[in-house]
């Protein structure tokens, strides 16, 4: 073919591939620079000059030297430049003959020898998606091997818009998955960057949630961390929190700028919006986990920055985790003065923490000097009710102030005087301790706390093994009384279910422990089932653990339970049930009339999943879980179907708590005014 407007040599030619041959017709009637290339079908293909980049070269020879070099890679035919260069080539004079035989001698066909071997993957039986699968993860494994972060940013500046290919690529969840993971790994890859960009206005905000790199662009970071996160923690409630939290805390403090960028959002949502505790509890959290000494910052964004030297005496005590008399008669100046500072400040989790150690650890010596000053800012931060609008305070309500602060004070003069926590002792206050209990959540977490410094190390339960101690039993009420403190509780129980009573025999240890898993059991009565039930699975795969600990836990649960249960409760206790180590003394051998616990739950699970399944078909949703023999009493249904009933059979007297099933407790994502918190006002 000759340069310029001379004539081809022929209308069309043939290039020959393998067994195929594809005709290429070519419109002589368009200039040179706007000529199209079109096969037999009815697609056109445009091989127009793409701009500056195809200028026209004087040195024709080293043109097609050029591009005969790039017909001799494997493969050209299939990139999607070849027809570029074919329109340089043939303008530059190139032989048609050359070029075909060029493209067909390197052709390897890799893309459809895949294809072929895929097909008879699928011949031999394999499922179609199975295949699929396999092809991608190979592919992938390959990019992420061989992916050069410049190569791409040059291919991507050349393309001069958005690649059609990269927008089919980011539809699927496969390929999303890898950019995230050359994302982590390449973090200042422009191409890459724009990608989670595209993807995040394509709608998938929640999967870039995770993504490190997400937090380098400040509309993906707000859009697709931010704004997805919060809403997912604040409708999710103590369950989502706890499963977001982590991923959440690594994007947050992922640098400097985020961290405080998140912080005053949520500082300021939190003043206009109506979730002001979940946000502030979040930003407590946020805080906990920056590892840095953040505290002043916190309290510069609330409405305390404008009582610079109670936020002075505050930072102080909580850089040194430690109380300062001299910072600590600071706070109490300020918060017995007429035009006090917002109770915010004093109200900081790791704060109050220091307080309560210091007055009901037994181990702590106060000042009887500063000794009112500290019960006294407990109960102010406990106690008083503060009204808030447009960041200035409305009301302050202090009515509960010195009811409370003689409380905490009675309540500390009781600690001081038990250093020996003996049981007769203690039983000689348990009607105080148990007034304490219900009179403030603050009294109750002194208890709490009293209760860790005595019993934690386990000395004093090796020394009453005659009967349930008297400290555990405490615990019980405190369960029943307070369920924001069932967590602290769950803490303590497995802290003494851990401890190993190295002074007492075999025996007299199971016992203790059975009589820890028996708190355990009384405190998923209560309503905080599943972290009991995740624990007791953890340690069901722990081989270290007597099998007949489980094996008691398990009946004691079989015993006073009933359907309907929820899903999460039936995935956790299912495998516990069906252990053949732990419950195989316990299924009868079928001649009794009476259906065994353990066989009777395991019928009720697969009742109740045949009437799930059936209602997902549009069955008739009337039919009812089996109750086996012995008088089980179904629990209702919530909305997400998260219940468990209480059976009416009664408990042996080895436990003589009356355990009554709260229903405002059924559903494990629990609203916030319900869920734990690090307060206790």
């Known amino acids: 073919m000759q340069t310029g407007t001379q004539a081809a040599p022929a209308d069309y030619w043939t290039m020959s591939i393998s067994d195929d041959e594809v005709p290429i017709t070519i419109d002589e009637d368009q200039d040179d620079d706007e000529r199209v290339y079109h096969s037999d079908s009815d697609e056109l293909l445009t091989v127009g000059v793409p701009g500056d980049e195809l200028v026209e070269v004087e040195d024709e020879a080293q043109l097609i030297e050029d591009c005969l070099e790039a017909f001799l890679s494997k493969d050209f035919i299939m990139e999607p430049a070849v027809f570029a260069f074919l329109k340089r080539y043939f303008q530059s004079g190139g032989s048609p003959e050359q070029v075909v035989q060029l493209l067909s001698d390197n052709y390897s066909a890799v893309a459809q020898t895949v294809n072929l071997l895929a097909e008879w993957l699928i011949l031999t039986g394999i499922p179609a998606m199975d295949v699929q699968r396999m092809v991608e993860s190979h592919y992938s494994d390959l990019i992420v091997k061989h992916f050069e972060p410049k190569k791409a940013d040059s291919i991507f500046a050349e393309e001069g818009e958005t690649p059609s290919w990269l927008v089919g690529m980011i539809q699927q969840s496969t390929w999303r998955r890898l950019f995230y993971q050359l994302a982590e790994m390449h973090p200042d890859c422009v191409m890459l960057n724009f990608t989670l960009k595209l993807i995040s206005d394509a709608g998938y905000q929640e999967e870039i949630a995770n993504v490190t790199t997400a937090c380098q662009q400040i509309d993906i970071f707000s859009r697709s961390v931010l704004q997805t996160t919060i809403k997912s923690i604040l409708q999710g409630g103590e369950v989502a929190m706890d499963s977001l939290l982590p991923e959440f805390t690594k994007m947050v403090c992922h640098g400097e700028h985020t961290y ?69 008669s600071l706070l109490f100046k300020l918060f017995s003065a007429k035009d006090t500072p917002p109770v915010q400040l004093i109200r900081h989790p ?332």
């Open 350 to 681: 790791a704060f109050l923490q220091l307080l309560v150690d210091a007055l009901f650890n037994p181990s702590v010596q106060l000042n009887p000097e500063h000794k009112p000053k500290y019960t006294y800012l407990l109960a102010y931060s406990c106690s008083v009710v503060e009204t808030w609008r447009s960041g200035e305070r409305r009301s302050i309500n202090r009515d509960e102030l010195r009811r409370t602060q003689q409380a905490v004070e009675k309540l500390h003069e009781f600690v001081q005087n038990q250093r020996s926590s003996v049981a007769g002792e203690v039983l000689n206050h348990l009607g105080f301790l148990y007034q304490s209990i219900g009179l403030s959540p603050v009294c109750s977490m002194g208890i709490l706390h009293w209760i860790r410094s005595t019993v934690g190390s386990g000395e004093l339960l090796q020394v009453q093994t005659g009967h349930t101690p008297v400290h555990l039993a405490l615990l019980d009420e405190l369960a029943n009384c307070h369920p924001l403190q069932h967590p602290e509780i769950l803490s303590l129980l497995i802290q003494l279910f851990e401890t190993s009573f190295q002074t007492l025999d075999e025996i007299s240890n199971l016992d203790i422990k059975k009589t820890i898993l028996d708190r355990m059991v009384h405190l998923l009565s209560r309503g905080y089932i599943l972290p009991v039930v995740q624990y007791i699975s953890s340690c069901t795969a722990n081989q270290d653990i007597d099998r007949s600990l489980i094996r008691h836990f398990v009946t004691e649960v079989l015993e006073m339970v009933a359907p309907p249960y929820s899903p999460e409760f039936v995935a956790l206790m299912t495998p516990i049930v069906e252990n053949e180590s732990v419950t195989g003394t316990l299924v009868s051998s079928g001649t009794d009339e009476e259906m065994d616990p353990v066989s009777g739950f395991l019928e009720d699970c697969r009742q109740m999943e045949l009437k799930l399944s059936a209602n997902r078909k549009g069955g008739d949703s009337s039919s009812s879980a089996s109750n086996r023999k012995g008088g089980d009493a179904p629990g209702s249904v919530n909305k997400k179907g998260d219940s468990i009933g209480f059976s009416s059979r009664k408990r042996d007297a080895k436990s003589s708590t009356n355990r009554k099933w709260d229903r405002s407790l059924e559903s494990p994502n629990r609203r916030w005014d319900e869920s734990p918190s690090r307060r206790w006002d």
């Open 260 to 328: 405080l960028y998140t912080q005053l959002l949520l500082s300021n949502l939190a003043g206009q919006t109506g979730w002001p505790v979940a946000l502030r509890r979040l930003m407590e959290e946020l805080e906990r986990h920056s590892n840095r000494d953040v505290s002043l910052l916190g309290m510069l964004m609330t409405p305390s920055a404008r009582h610079p030297r109670g936020c002075t005496a505050m930072a102080a005590m909580l850089n040194k985790r430690a109380l300062n008399p001299a910072d600590i």
